[in-house]
Structures are given as C-alpha cells and as structure tokens.
C-alpha cells in the first residue's frame, strides 16, 4: 500500500525527493573531500615508515608547521634514531586546481620509497637532475587533473616543472599531488631551509620513551608524538567536516519542513480513505505507520538520488575535490552512514506529525470529509485580498512554508554578513594606518601562504613617489589553553603600521620576545600586563594590551617582525607589505608599475585589496554554491505546498474559471501567494539572520571573530534568495492552475 500510495502522486513523491537529494548530494561531495584528507594524513603519516614525528607545536595543520631543517640532522644524531628525514607540505595553485598539495623531500629520503614510480623515473636518477628544468614527480590522479605527463612542464605557483616521472601510493591525497626536491619546494613554499616536519625510525621501538625524555630536555619548544596522535590533531579535516554537519543540519530542517508539507497534503488528500480503513478495524498506530512508512521510503529514495547527484558533483568538479583526496570511485563508508541518517531522521522529522494528524481522525467524520475545498467554516481575515485569504485558510501548511523560507534566507543571510564583515575588517586593517597600496606574493592559494622576502620593499621603496614601507606576518596557531584559534600578527617596532594599535593598558612592543594581547584575548586567557605567553613553545612576556574594533584581531596578540617569522618558518619573510605614498593620487599608477616590474608580487590599492584575496573569493564562490543549493531545495518546498494548494482548490478554480476569470489572472492569483510568501518569509528570515549571528558573537573566544556587516549588498542578497524561492516555488504551480479546464476542475472530488 505505501508504494501504491506514493507511486498515486509522482510528481509530488518526486519533487520531495529531488528536495531530500539536493541536500544529501552536498553532504555527499564535502563529505568526502574531508574523509579523502583526514584519511590522507593518516595514510601519508602511517605509510612513511616512520615512528614518530617531531614538528611545530600547536600548528592548525601539516601546511602551517614550520622548524628550522637542521633538526632533521640533530635528530639522526641520536643514538635511538636510525633514519631522521624532512617533510615539507604547502598548497598553492596550479593549472586546472585552486588548491594543489605538493610535497617536499630529499631524493634518498628513506620515506620516499613509497612514491612508487609507474612511468618516468624518480628523483634520485640521474636522468632527473639531467632534465631541462627544476625536476618534479606528479601523482597518477594529478596527471589526470592537470593533463600532464612525463616529460611535459607544469606550473605550481609562479614556477615551472619539469615532470620527470609519475607516482602511485594508493593513497588518493597523495596522489593528487606533486613530490619536490626539498629544496625546490622550500622556494615555491617561500620557506627557506624549513620543513614541516621530521620523521623519525628508531632502532628500536623499546625507545621510544627515552628518545621522547631526551627531545623534551633539549627542545621544549617542539612536540614528539607518534605518526597516529599527530594525524589526529590536525585542523583542516576537522574543519570540512564541520562545514559538512552545518549543511547537513540545514537540509534536515528544510528538508523536513518540505516532506512535512508533502506528507500533510498526502493525509488531507486521503482523508476518506482513512476513515474507511479506520471503520474496517485499522488502529491509530497501524495508521501512523503507512505514513511513517511511505514518509521513510521517500527519505531513502532521496538519499539514492542524493548519492547519484554527489557523485556526478565529484566527478564534474574533479579538480577542486581530488586535490583533498575525494575519490568518486571509492565513497568513505563513515560519509555514506552520515547521508543514510540524514535521510532517517529526515523521514521521521517529516512523517511524525502528518502521522499522529492522520491517527487522531476519527472514522465518522473522515468519511464525510469532500475534498476539493475547504469547506465547513471559512475564517476571514479582515484585511488581504483572496492571495491572503488563501494562505490564511491553510495556516499550518503556511507557518510551515514560512519556517522553511526564513530558515532559507536567514541563513545564507547570516553567512553572507559575517563574509562581508571579514571583508570590512580586513581593509580596515589595511587602510587604518593610513596605507595606500597593500601587496602580496602573487598566485597563492590562500592569503596566509603569502611570502615576500624582505629585501624586495627596499627596491620596492626606491620607486618614485614611496614615502615609506611597512611589513607584516599573519598566522594562526593553536592555543593549547582554550584549544581556538590564536591569530599572531607580526610588526616591526620601528615601522608606521605597528601605530594603528590603540593601547589600553600597558605599551606597545619595543623588541623581540615580548607581546601586546588583543582585549578580547586578555580578557578570556585572564592575561595582563607582566604576565607570560607561551606559543609554540617559545616564552613571551605581555608588555600591553589593545584594542582596535576589529574582532579578530582582538582574539590574538601582535609580536616582532622576527618572533613572528619564527613562528611560521620564515625568515626575512613578510606576509603582506603596506606602502604610504607621498601623493596618495598617484596610488592607481604605481600599483601598475609594482604589477608590471615584479610579476612574483600582486599589488593592489588598499581599499581594493581584501576583494581580490584569493582567500575572499573562494568564500564568495562557497557562499554562492551554498545560496544556490538553500535556493534549490526551499524553492523545490514552495514547489510542492503551492501545487497542493492548487490541488486542494481545483473546485475553487474551476468556478473562477467558469465566472470568466482568465488564464493570466489565474496564474497572478498564485504567483502573488508565493511571493507573499517569499516576502513574508524573507522578513521572518533577516530576523533570524540577526539572532544567528548574535548566537554566534556569544560564543566563548571565537565569538568576535563573527563580525557582521549589514550592508545594503547583504540585504540585497537575502531579497534575491526570498525571491527565488517564490519564483521558483510558483510559477509551476500557477502554470498547472491555469491549465486546469472548468468542467473537470469542478467534477473533482
């Protein structure tokens, strides 16, 4: 009976479906490429033949890691050490991929081993070190990626390789990436004779705890821990994943505010029916469980289609995913157990009150129930006109549509204000110190990987009309303390940009080892002036406190130039360089000549600069996708409580038609229901925006960095959202109600 019941009513069954889908596929795809990098750290880590790891400590991930390389000497020195190797891990664009891994290492590293060459040759050969170019091995899912092979060149970054041979590991993140010389991805990474890490063998495995004492004594700055604890601790994974349980958590609420939507009309629909298989002896609980039932089954069918859609989506965008391990042909178990209950609860967030609704009928009146109209007592509103009166008469599925638009529009709302406020934020930073022209390591994939070498702001100094330069390093560490984010921001005492800091408390830093906390920071570590700070091992002492109204940085101190590049492995290197000019007029042409005399550089005016990051515009293209997807499926909601508003009126239209209302008023009738209910819904939602957000600056430590900007560009978008939803909700429904010919529409019962 359940499949006959749905099979009754396809194209509701199936625009339910396509709803469900939608929201499974995305989990499906970012599920994925977040399962593909936590288990490609852990195979890249535990198939290195290593037993332990030495690297920075509190570093977010492998990429942000940083020692200086002569450890991997020190280490190998040591009597419980067989082999000591280096590792360096970055991410920077490549053709056809935004985020391309690349791995570093020396040619006789005993790690390398497992890179198995299936054409060319490897590193070590001399028909490497022979060929034209700097040498570089791709990963046998790379050269799909890339269309390269042996013997043709590629671009990572701003450089050019030689491909000398491809590689297989079985494992899909590796794979998808590049295997460097150290010494060449030390220049790419901009991390001079750094490594992420230090692998380490042991004679023997009994050691391991002696070793871990002798490492503790003479660096306690570093951390020692075995390839599975380090694994473990690494950030980016935790991350995407935790983007995938937020869209997660959305299609389950408008998903199952839409099967909600469905479901009732199935019960409205089949009202008589109920009552007949009440009177022939059906209890309440064998009634809620048909429509628990078919409620499930639509669930499932959802998620069938969702796992199709996700991974066409894999496929189509197989150069963004595979470059974090996402394999189309091998979906991770834990991602597809994640969709299955997903569409479970989906099924039971959907079925269970349309359920006990159609349980509590009582058989009598079922079987006098009509159909076709409302019937029985009308209840008026006293003001609207007949669009009005109609979502009034049907209150509940209205409140219920209303739910799922506002949670639409709230939410991409929400997002899209914190991304604007991120953006405001950031080109305060910039333009507060009075800067006109902000620069940047050109083709970086991500603004924190940004390297320039100090030397170039003296040549950049000496142009015509630069009054003075100023240099900074951003990074973001662990803090072991409240386990956040702790943003660190490095200045030179002496230069301009360090004066922008509005000390409360205290002064500002006069030299190396010392720190002034952000208030918000202070405030939450119960830090003041005098006390210390240990990041990353290293000691600082708090000389004063500040606050600048920008969130994030509040939640994070401000150190030396040289304590900064320390910390991130980078000496003489900046991450950004600021430029006062002296005619701030002559900004626009001196930004082209920067851009034409040093193609490694990526200048741009200071209120332009945060709108050409690479690190905005792939938040700006997330931010798209997400509207697109909350679009599709509360559209397709809409879609379905605006055709069964139209079934459950075909009496009602059919008399307007034979009264001699035309197709065209028809079709305003219901599309002005839908955009009354996408307006209505859109209001609801910019509420819901503001108490998310709110919600979120309350968060202990985190909550400044979500700062908000209501600008008219953000309203803008949520009314475009509101407005697709009703768009896309009505004009199919008004299509099949004008279609409607008076004499069926009033035989219908």
């Known amino acids: 009976m359940i499949w006959k019941n749905l099979l009754r009513r396809k194209g509701r069954t199936g625009l339910t479906v396509l709803g469900i889908s939608l929201g499974v596929s995305a989990i499906i795809a970012l599920g994925t490429m977040a399962q593909g990098l936590e288990e490609g750290y852990g195979s890249m880590l535990g198939g290195s033949q290593a037993d332990l790891v030495l690297s920075q400590p509190d570093a977010i991930d492998i990429t942000y890691s940083s020692l200086d390389e002569g450890y991997v000497d020190l280490m190998q020195a040591m009597p419980e050490v067989a082999e000591a190797s280096g590792m360096l891990q970055t991410f920077l664009p490549a053709e056809n991929a935004p985020y391309f891994f690349v791995f570093g290492y020396e040619p006789d590293s005993f790690v390398i081993s497992r890179f198995n060459i299936i054409r060319g040759v490897g590193l070590d050969d001399l028909a490497a070190s022979r060929s034209r170019g700097r040498p570089a091995l791709l990963g046998s899912t790379a050269t799909e990626v890339l269309d390269r092979d042996v013997g043709d060149t590629v671009r990572l970054g701003d450089t050019v390789f030689r491909v000398v041979g491809v590689y297989e590991t079985g494992d899909a993140f590796e794979d998808s990436g590049a295997v460097l010389s150290l010494e060449d991805a030390q220049v790419v990474a901009g991390k001079a004779r750094q490594v992420s890490l230090v692998y380490v063998q042991l004679t023997d495995r009994s050691l391991q705890e002696r070793l871990e004492t002798r490492v503790a004594r003479l660096w306690d700055d570093l951390a020692l821990s075995t390839t599975d604890d380090f694994a473990n601790n690494q950030l980016m994974g935790d991350t995407l994943q935790a983007s995938v349980w937020a869209i997660a958590s959305l299609a389950i609420v408008i998903g199952g505010v839409g099967m909600t939507n469905a479901q009732l009309m199935a019960v409205f629909e089949r009202t008589r029916e109920i009552g007949v298989l009440r009177a022939v002896g059906w209890s309440r609980r064998r009634v809620m469980s048909l429509i628990l039932g078919e409620s499930m089954i639509v669930g499932l069918l959802g998620g069938l289609l969702g796992l199709l859609l996700g991974w066409l989506m894999l496929l189509a965008s197989a150069d963004v995913f595979s470059s974090f391990g996402a394999d189309p042909s091998n979906l991770p178990p834990g991602v597809l157990v994640q969709a299955l209950g997903t569409v479970i609860l989906l099924g039971m967030i959907g079925g269970i009150y349309p359920a006990w609704q159609a349980s509590r009928l009582q058989p009598l009146e079922a079987l006098r129930y009509e159909g076709g109209s409302s019937g029985g007592d009308v209840r008026r509103l006293p003001i609207g006109g007949m669009a009005v009166q109609s979502l009034w008469q049907r209150s509940g599925r209205t409140l219920l549509t209303l739910s799922a ?14 991304i604007a406020g991120t953006a405001e934020s950031m080109t305060s930073m910039a333009t507060s110190a009075g800067s006109e022209i902000v620069i940047r390591q050109a083709d970086v994939a991500d603004t924190s990987l940004s390297a320039i070498d100090q030397r170039l702001a003296s040549r950049i100094a000496a142009l015509p009309g630069v009054r003075s330069t100023s240099g900074m390093v951003l990074t973001a560490l662990l803090d072991p303390a409240s386990q956040s984010f702790l943003i660190v921001l490095g200045y030179s005492p002496n230069e301009y940009s360090i004066q922008r800091f509005n000390m409360v408390e205290g002064q500002r830093i006069s030299g190396n080892h010392q720190i002034m906390l952000g208030s918000v920071y202070a405030e ?15 000691r600082f002492r708090v000389v004063g406190i500040y606050e600048t109204g920008i969130g994030w940085e509040e939640m994070g101190g401000v150190v030396s130039l040289r304590d900064a590049q320390t910390l991130t492995g980078r000496p003489n290197k900046v991450t950004l360089f600021s430029l006062k000019l002296e005619r701030p007029t002559d ?18 005016l200071a209120g332009e600069f945060v709108e050409q990051m690479p690190d905005m515009e792939s938040g700006e293209a997330m931010l798209n996708a997400i509207s697109s997807l909350a679009i599709l499926v509360g559209g397709v909601g809409i879609l379905n409580t605006m055709l069964m508003a139209v079934l459950e009126r075909t009496r009602e239209i ?11 008023r028809i079709i305003g009738m219901i599309m002005n229901e839908s955009l009354i209910l996408s307006v209505i819904g859109g209001i609801a939602g910019l509420v819901l925006a503001f108490l998310l957000v709110n919600l979120l600056t309350q968060l202990p430590m985190v909550g400044a960095a979500f700062e908000a900007s209501w600008s008219a560009g953000v309203f803008l978008r949520a009314g475009l959202v509101a407005l697709g939803l009703g768009l896309i909700g009505g004009l199919y429904p008004a299509y099949r109600a004008s279609g409607l010919e008076p004499v069926e529409a009033l035989r219908y019962e």
Request: charge should be negative; hydrophobic fraction near 50%; glycine fraction near 8%.
């Open 405 to 418: 638009i506002a949670l639409t529009v709230g939410a991409v709302m929400a997002m899209d204000a914190i």
């Open 524 to 538: 939450a570590a119960s830090k003041d002036v005098g006390d210390t700070l240990e990041i990353s091992g290293a």
């Open 587 to 604: 900004a626009p042409a001196l930004v082209d000549t920067i851009n034409q005399q040093f193609p490694e550089l990526h200048a741009a």
């Open 654 to 664: 059919g008399v307007l038609r034979t009264m001699g209302w035309r197709k065209r």
